[in-house]
């Protein structure tokens, strides 16, 4: 299994990131202050998007292929909208979102949408060492660090260059100690829309100083639609034999549990809701599932082949494939109902799942876990796909 995927850096591939040469907003080559509105998406206006948050324009745009539409913004650099055709041909909202700027800076959860940086997942005690050095991070998720502390990526400025009609480009200097995490770090990552219907998620990196990184994307996802009520009859099929168990503050054990004879098996396709109200330690923990999922290193395209997903009512068909060796799955846990989504409805339990590609959680403090080091002669690099069909 390929765990981490590092190329070495000579000459003049020393700085791969466009924030490495200039922090300021890149020149787009192409106009994307021109709206156009991918069917229905009419909800999102350019206006409650235009803004300027420290200094920094805050804008929407819009990406579109053949079989596939998608709206983002640069604060946070958020995936808001993501259009697929259902099995009856109608253009379905498959990623949940708010219609303005406002809307995801007041909500109560965080991360919807949103590029997770510099370290997804959690970190027990916001600690972590590297080279014999202690580095304190900010707890934010009771004792623990999740996403990348206080301000992660999910709540900064992103540069942003529009190459063309299906592809963004975004870029973010992390400077040293942002967060409490050493190096300064570049980071770009690539959305891009393929023909029939692919999302495509590459990331890369550079340090000038050891440090940790863990990048992925916190999309909530309604195959149904967005709106449509619960997602407990999704069927889920996860390419993985074993999971990490995790305590009650969701820090992994350590442990690599087999998920044969679990409610953890979806080795074959089962309904989210299936087994989710089981007794079982792990659920209560997670208060449903909250975990990562070690992929068994099944192949599909060259990648590791994460999970399929298929929604009940839509017939849409999310298959994933990835670089990462785990996967997280979050069935909608901790959703109130605090929040308004654009289509009008609010974010009630378990109607949406998160599905993020990553290295383990707390990998930092898990000798036995992959590592997520990566020094100043490395790259960090890794592509995640997103594929929709119907049945």
């Given at each position: 299994?390929?765990?981490?995927?590092?190329?070495?850096?000579?000459?003049?591939?020393?700085?791969?990131?466009?924030?490495?040469?200039?922090?300021?907003?890149?020149?787009?080559?192409?106009?994307?202050?021109?709206?156009?509105?991918?069917?229905?998406?009419s909800?999102?206006?350019a206006?409650?998007?235009?803004?300027?948050?420290?200094?920094?324009?805050?804008?929407?745009?819009?990406i579109?292929?053949?079989?596939?539409?998608?709206?983002?913004?640069n604060?946070?650099?958020?995936?808001?909208?993501?259009?697929?055709?259902?099995?009856?041909?109608?253009?379905?909202?498959?990623?949940?979102?708010?219609?303005?700027?406002?809307?995801?800076?007041?909500?109560?959860?965080?991360?919807?949408?949103?590029t997770?940086?510099?370290?997804?997942?959690?970190?027990?005690?916001?600690?972590?060492?590297?080279?014999?050095?202690?580095?304190?991070?900010?707890?934010?998720?009771?004792?623990?660090?999740?996403?990348?502390?206080?301000?992660?990526?999910?709540?900064?400025?992103?540069?942003?260059?529009?190459?063309?009609?299906?592809?963004?480009?975004?870029?973010?200097?992390?400077?040293?100690?942002e967060?409490?995490?050493?190096?300064?770090?570049?980071?770009?990552?690539?959305y891009?829309?393929g023909?029939?219907?692919?999302?495509?998620?590459?990331?890369?990196?550079?340090?000038?100083?050891?440090?940790?990184?863990?990048?992925?994307?916190?999309?909530?996802?309604?195959?149904?639609?967005?709106?449509?009520?619960?997602?407990?009859?999704?069927?889920?099929?996860?390419f993985?034999?074993?999971?990490?168990?995790?305590?009650?503050?969701?820090?992994?054990?350590?442990?690599?549990?087999?998920?044969?004879?679990?409610?953890?098996?979806?080795?074959?396709?089962?309904?989210?809701?299936?087994?989710?109200?089981?007794e079982?330690?792990?659920?209560?923990?997670?208060?449903?599932?909250?975990?990562?999922?070690?992929?068994?290193?099944?192949?599909?395209?060259?990648?590791?082949?994460?999970?399929?997903?298929?929604?009940?009512?839509?017939?849409?068909?999310?298959d994933v494939?990835?670089?990462?060796?785990g996967?997280?799955?979050?069935?909608?846990?901790?959703?109130?109902?605090?929040?308004?989504?654009?289509?009008?409805?609010?974010?009630?339990?378990?109607?949406?799942?998160?599905?993020?590609?990553?290295?383990f959680?707390?990998?930092?403090?898990?000798?036995?876990?992959?590592?997520?080091?990566?020094d100043?002669?490395?790259?960090?690099?890794?592509?995640?796909?997103?594929s929709?069909?119907?049945?």
């Amino acid at each position: 299994m390929r765990y981490f995927t590092i190329l070495a850096l000579s000459g003049v591939m020393a700085c791969l990131t466009t924030s490495c040469k200039d922090p300021g907003e890149k020149k787009n080559k192409t106009d994307i202050s021109k709206e156009f509105t991918p069917a229905g998406a009419s909800v999102l206006k350019a206006a409650d998007f235009d803004t300027l948050i420290n200094g920094k324009k805050v804008a929407l745009y819009r990406i579109q292929n053949e079989g596939i539409q998608a709206a983002f913004t640069n604060y946070g650099g958020r995936l808001i909208g993501l259009w697929v055709p259902d099995s009856t041909g109608k253009m379905t909202d498959v990623v949940v979102g708010m219609n303005s700027v406002d809307g995801f800076i007041n909500s109560t959860e965080p991360y919807f949408g949103a590029t997770i940086g510099r370290v997804g997942n959690r970190i027990a005690q916001g600690k972590f060492k590297l080279d014999g050095k202690e580095y304190t991070i900010p707890q934010n998720n009771g004792e623990n660090t999740l996403h990348g502390g206080i301000k992660g990526f999910q709540d900064v400025i992103w540069n942003v260059e529009k190459t063309d009609d299906h592809t963004l480009v975004f870029t973010y200097h992390s400077a040293d100690g942002e967060e409490g995490f050493p190096g300064n770090l570049d980071v770009e990552v690539i959305y891009s829309l393929g023909k029939n219907g692919v999302l495509r998620m590459e990331y890369t990196a550079n340090t000038d100083a050891p440090t940790v990184v863990n990048l992925t994307n916190h999309a909530f996802f309604n195959l149904n639609g967005e709106g449509s009520g619960s997602i407990l009859q999704h069927k889920v099929q996860i390419f993985a034999d074993s999971f990490t168990p995790v305590d009650s503050g969701l820090i992994p054990t350590g442990e690599l549990r087999s998920v044969q004879g679990t409610p953890f098996d979806f080795t074959e396709p089962h309904a989210i809701g299936e087994r989710i109200e089981a007794e079982n330690e792990q659920l209560e923990n997670g208060m449903g599932y909250d975990h990562n999922f070690v992929l068994n290193g099944n192949k599909k395209n060259g990648m590791n082949h994460v999970a399929t997903i298929t929604g009940d009512k839509s017939g849409i068909i999310m298959d994933v494939v990835s670089d990462e060796p785990g996967v997280q799955f979050y069935s909608g846990n901790f959703m109130q109902g605090k929040n308004t989504f654009k289509s009008g409805v609010t974010d009630d339990f378990r109607t949406a799942f998160a599905l993020e590609t990553q290295h383990f959680p707390d990998a930092p403090n898990q000798p036995e876990f992959p590592s997520i080091r990566l020094d100043p002669e490395q790259t960090y690099h890794t592509v995640s796909i997103y594929s929709f069909s119907v049945k």
